[in-house]
């Protein structure tokens, strides 16, 4: 807290990291005295710019962008860009941190890092976002590369924005490569980018009941969100028979006791990206369902949770509402959505618990296949990339119960931790003190 006063969202993410690491470095000499965790919770790197641009009325308008290059020691920076008035350098740093564990959690080489502005593309016209697209590209190119920084999409940053950042970093170094991923089919995008953060986070789910004998086959679940992650977790529920009855925003929650079908997500998928519409209008379309304006979603009894709209969105309290109600298993689809406080219930309670590092990895795993494809100058096809897909889930399942599993239940927050710390810092001590 003293490094790093006014960044409450950092302290609390490398908090919840810190004791899982302390166990597990034990007296381990050579990371305490290579101050391994210190240097992890350092960023390499902090970029801060002016981003200018002018609206639709001939103002000029200025916002603050940034990248935070976390870690590189086992591959390029890579992580998303998020546009969302909330973001400072407090919330990029804790989602580089976050990034640099959940990346060498898929098993792919990948450092950690994050970026975004505090721009609110709510509202504003597509010209307007394409020219502040432009204009942030404008001097983050100077900074990212194929082989430097591979920068994705996060909140209010789609297929629509990467493709405007991405002209414009081709138009200025007459460079095609795969600086970016998240991109569209036409340019180098791979298949299931889009699907996969969500679809990961329920693969994730459905491991976690397997593991304990269970099934995802009639069960109730909340997701929280009506973005890329929250749709598509929902749509995979619906794939595997389980019941997704609610989604939300920023406005509140919808709940559809009836369920969601692929008709209804295929609605929300259109009304929320393409025409920025509010969750609220869901009921207008949809009989049999209620809008709780100002309300989060997890008050409604459920079987599975997944927080898929963003960090701290789940409190200590709807974690003891949650665990009232009979919830079995949580799967972070957003990052951080539950606050520290919120864990720990979950965790005393010996409810199934995946933390966002762990169970929403699918997307950057996804975006790591985009750089190999784009690395060889070819696409894979669907079928070959949903079965990587699985199998890398698979994979950061098995990572969390080497080091999670004891006494016949699984810590997955602290098998995340550990895993994804033992292999950053295995490579840097490799490379002595830098
Ligand atoms: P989107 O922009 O597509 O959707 C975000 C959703 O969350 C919207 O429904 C939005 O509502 C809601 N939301 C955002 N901020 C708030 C807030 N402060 N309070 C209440 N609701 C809010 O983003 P994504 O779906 O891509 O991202 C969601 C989460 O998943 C984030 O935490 C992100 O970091 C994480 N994530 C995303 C990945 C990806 O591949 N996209 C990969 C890994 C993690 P509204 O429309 O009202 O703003």
Redo the contacts with the bound molecule.
């Keep these: 807290k003293r490094r790093n006063p006014g960044q409450p969202e950092f302290v609390q993410a490398v908090q919840e990291v810190a004791q899982d690491i302390f166990d597990f470095i034990g007296d381990k000499e050579e990371y305490h005295e290579q101050q391994i965790l210190r240097r992890i919770a350092e960023p390499d790197r902090i970029v801060s710019f002016r981003v200018c641009w002018e609206d639709d009325n001939g103002c000029i308008r200025v916002q603050r962008g940034y990248r935070v290059q976390n870690n590189n020691a086992i591959g390029p920076y890579k992580g ?1 860009i ?1 546009f ?1 008035p ?1 973001v400072t350098e407090s919330v990029l740093k804790f ?1 580089a941190f976050e990034q640099t564990f959940k990346n060498a959690l898929t098993g792919l080489p990948m450092g950690g890092g994050k970026g975004g502005s505090n721009f609110n593309p ?1 509202g504003k016209s597509v010209r307007e976002i394409m020219r502040f697209c432009q204009s942030f590209m404008t001097e983050l190119y100077r900074h990212i590369g194929a082989d430097i920084d591979v920068p994705a ?4 940053v ?1 297929g629509r924005e990467i493709g405007y950042m991405f002209g414009q970093y081709k138009r200025i170094t007459n460079q095609f490569t795969g600086v970016l991923t998240g991109k569209g089919l036409e340019y180098g995008g791979s298949m299931i980018r889009p699907e ?2 969500g679809y990961g986070a329920v693969y994730f789910l459905e491991n976690m009941l397997k593991h304990k004998g269970q099934g995802l086959e009639g069960r109730v679940a909340v997701v929280s ?6 749709t598509h977790a929902a749509e995979k529920l619906v794939q595997l028979g389980a019941k997704p009855v609610t989604l ?4 509140g929650f919808i709940h559809d006791p009836d369920g969601l079908t692929q008709e209804k997500i295929d609605w929300v998928k259109v009304h ?1 990206t393409h025409r920025r519409g509010r969750i609220e209008e869901y009921c207008d379309h949809f009989t049999g369902a209620t809008f709780h304006p100002g309300k989060t979603p997890w008050n409604v009894p459920c079987d599975v949770a997944l927080p ?4 701290n ?1 789940l409190s200590v309290e709807d974690a003891r509402a949650m665990i009232a109600n009979g919830v079995v298993a949580v799967s972070e ?3 951080m ?1 539950t606050t520290l406080e919120g864990v720990h219930a979950f965790k005393d309670a010996r409810i199934l618990f995946a933390p ?1 590092k762990a169970a ?1 990895a699918g ?2 795993a996804v975006s790591g296949l985009e750089m190999s494809q784009n690395s060889e100058r070819r696409s894979w096809k669907v079928e070959e990339l949903q079965t990587m897909l699985r199998d890398i889930m698979d994979g950061i399942h098995n990572r969390c119960l080497e080091y999670g599993e004891r006494d016949g239940h699984v810590d997955y927050v602290k098998g995340a931790n550990i895993a994804g710390f033992k292999k950053v810092a295995d490579a840097m001590l490799a490379f002595g003190v830098v």
């Design positions: 998303g998020r969302h909330s989602l709510k999409g996060d909140i209010g789609g996969a953060t969100g009506s973005g890329n992650v929250a939300s925003d920023s406005g929320k898929c709209a963003t960090q969105e689809g957003a990052n959505p966002g929403n997307g950057v």
